[in-house]
């Protein structure tokens, strides 16, 4: 595991986003593709706005680009809570030609989660999926995706995508499992703000309790996983 602390969230940001063109043109060159899956949520939004500006745009044939999304919201794709609406405005508007597979959030949660799965087997065949890049946030909560504390979906062992029932916010999610989370070649984590300080130290530095802290069982199997944090969201943590 790799963690990497920055100075303020415009340096993760910029980091991220060299992380993810790196990875994207390393996995063209590889496999002649590049599959990713987003993360929803505030931190990565400036991610995707700079990945849509030139510079980094036209470093990335995303022709070759196959866009998931790791969890969604039970709305629709216009919602202000859509994950796809929010990476829709930011990046995926200005890169057309990437192949991008979006969750129904405005179907029934269950039908959904199976047509993902579905989507995702066009793509990854039969095959548990192994995405060259897995974006990831986290909640105050120690969440990531919609897999939240205490939840029936940390325990789903063997289907790809499935309905998460969160009583914290009295809805349901769609999300990726760890079985799909683990088994990617690299998992990328953006934490940034004061207010993931205490649940970020916990994640990494407290005892194994991935029920409490559902992130810290993101650990993928044969894959890089890194931590990009801003140094509030870090100020807890105490090893080097
Ligand atoms: C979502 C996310 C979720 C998010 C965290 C962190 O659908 O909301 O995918 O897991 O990454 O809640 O969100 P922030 O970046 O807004 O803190």
Redesign the pocket.
């Known amino acids: 595991m790799i963690i990497r602390v920055f100075d303020n969230q415009t340096e993760l940001t910029v980091a991220a986003a060299e992380k993810f063109v790196t990875l994207a043109r390393k996995a063209i060159e590889a496999h002649g593709r590049f599959t990713v899956a987003l993360?929803?949520?505030?931190?990565?939004e400036p991610l995707y706005a700079l990945l849509a500006t030139p510079a980094y745009h036209q470093a990335i044939d995303w022709h070759q680009a196959y866009i998931f999304f790791?969890?969604?919201?039970t709305v629709a794709p216009d919602q202000p809570d859509s994950?796809f609406r929010m990476a829709h405005e930011t990046l995926l508007a200005h890169v057309p030609e990437a192949h991008v597979y979006r969750i129904m959030g405005e179907i029934d949660p269950a039908v959904a989660a199976d047509a993902y799965a579905g989507q995702l087997r066009t793509v990854f065949g039969d095959e548990l999926p192994r995405f060259d890049l897995m974006l990831?946030?986290?909640?105050?909560d120690g969440?990531?995706?919609?897999l939240f504390p205490y939840t029936t979906a940390l325990e789903e062992a063997d289907r790809w995508v499935v309905t998460n029932n969160v009583p914290k916010f009295n809805t349901t999610?769609i999300t990726m499992t760890y079985p799909v989370l683990n088994n990617a070649r690299a998992v990328l984590f953006?934490v940034?703000?004061s207010n993931?300080a205490d649940a970020l130290k916990q994640t990494l530095e407290g005892p194994k309790q991935f029920q409490a802290f559902p992130a810290q069982a993101v650990q993928p199997s044969d894959g890089e996983l890194l931590w990009y944090v801003d140094a509030e969201a870090a100020s807890k943590i105490t090893r080097n």
């Open positions: 993360a929803g949520g505030s931190t990565p790791g969890d969604e919201h994950n990831q946030g986290m909640g105050d969440h990531t995706a919609s999610r953006l940034s703000g993931k």
